[in-house]
Each structure stands twice: as C-alpha cells, then as structure tokens.
C-alpha cells in the first residue's frame, strides 16, 4: 500500500509539473502558440518574448509553485520520508520540460513533448524542501543574469547553488544529506534541457541580456 501511495504521490508531482501555464497564459493573452514563439520553451522568460511583462512574471510565479507544492505533496501524504521529497520536486522538473499535456510530432514524424527548462521549478523546489533558500539563490542567480549576461547560465545556477547550499548545510549538520542530490540531479535536468543553449554559449552565438549586452549597445553607439 506504501509503494502505491508513494507512486502516486510522484506520478501526480509529474503531472503537477506537467501543466503547461506558459503555453495557457499566452494563449488566453494572444492567442499564439508559445511554441511558435523563439526558443518553442513555456517557461517565463519566454512567454514575456510572446505575450509581455505580467504574462512571463505570472508564468514563473507558477512554475516555481509547481516544484513547492511537489515537496508539500510529499511531506503531505508520506511525512519524514526526505527521499520523496526529493524525487517529488525532480518529478515536477520532468513533467514542466516534458509534458504530456504538449504531446506533438515534429516533423519528421516522431513524437515529442514539449515544455520548458526547468529553472523556475527547480528554484520552487529548493523553496519546498528550505524556504530561506530563496533568500540566497534567486538573488544570486538574478545577479548572474544581469552580470554575466546569459539567460541560460543563470537558469543552470539555480540548480547549482541550491547542490551547494544544501552541501553546506548538510556539512554543517543543519538540513539532511538527501537535500544535495537534489540540487545535483535538479542541474542534471537543467543540463539536459539547455543543451541547445550550451552549443549556442561554446559557439559565442548564445543571446547576451542585462548589463554586458548594454554595454556591447554603447559600444557599437546603439545608444547614446
């Protein structure tokens, strides 16, 4: 009965994560097909390109309630069991940049699913599992974005410095061991996701933001 209710639990933090609210924002917003639109993702970032502003900032907010509300599933119907509550959130991460929900064939025929990269879910994971941690994450990873530019790097180093914070707490005897390998399997999806966006980087055609792509304006006298 235990097996049961722990799949059920993981299975239903899947299709939690799998509920594609970028594509149904912009839709309700536009009427485009977020998939259409640039990098085809649902996150945020990219229902901002499709649908502005209000529209990327709900998405995210939503998207990161997808990998809490994972944890609190877990803690929920199997409390103290810090494994699930792990598996839950990565579960989520799965299910917003593979949903069932964006089953499709491409055009070559096979079939394929969309969805997202993954960092707002798995920064609302780390939320689940130590709330503080938005407190050390989302303004690092912020800071990473407008510094170093690239939408993708700031995306992986949430899940990055969620492997290190938990490292440390871990080490220092305050947050339980289990809490690392989620940080690390969290970048492994990540990874996976934005293999597009890693070639683009070694290519140096990877689409620079924040405060070094203004400075590359000024120096091309874009802008005054």
């Known amino acids: 009965m235990q097996i049961l ?15 594609p609210f970028g594509f149904i924002f912009v839709r309700l917003k536009t009427g485009k097909d977020i ?17 502005g502003f209000w529209v990327g900032l709900s998405t ?5 309630l997808k990998g809490t509300v994972a944890v609190w599933l877990a803690r929920m119907f199997v409390p103290g069991n810090e494994w699930l509550a792990v598996v839950c959130p990565l579960a989520a991460i799965i299910g917003h940049n593979y949903s069932v929900f964006l089953l499709s064939r491409s ?8 969805g997202g990269a993954g960092g707002a879910t798995s920064l609302g994971g780390s939320i689940g ?7 050390v994450i989302f303004p690092l990873a912020a800071l990473i974005y407008y510094f170093i530019g690239y939408a ?5 180093s949430v899940a990055f410095l969620s492997a290190l914070l938990f490292g440390y707490r871990a080490y220092a005897g305050l947050g339980p061991p289990e809490y690392i ?7 492994a999806l990540l990874l996976w996701a934005l293999r597009p966006n890693i070639k683009r980087l070694f290519e140096g055609s990877e689409r620079l933001h924040g405060y070094r ?3 590359q304006k000024q120096a091309a006298g874009e802008t005054p």
């Open 60 to 64: 995210a907010l939503v998207d990161i």
């Open 35 to 51: 998939r259409d639109v640039q990098s085809g993702r649902t996150g945020g970032t990219n229902a901002m390109r499709a649908a």
């Open 152 to 156: 993708s790097i700031a995306t992986m």
């Open 129 to 135: 599992l130590w709330w503080p941690s938005v407190l």
């Open 107 to 114: 055009p070559d025929g096979r079939l394929r699913l969309g």
């Open 5 to 19: 209710i722990n799949a059920g639990v993981v299975i239903g933090s899947y299709l939690l994560g799998a509920v």
């Open 213 to 215: 792509a203004r400075k």
């Open 181 to 187: 390998w989620y940080g690390v399997l969290s970048l």
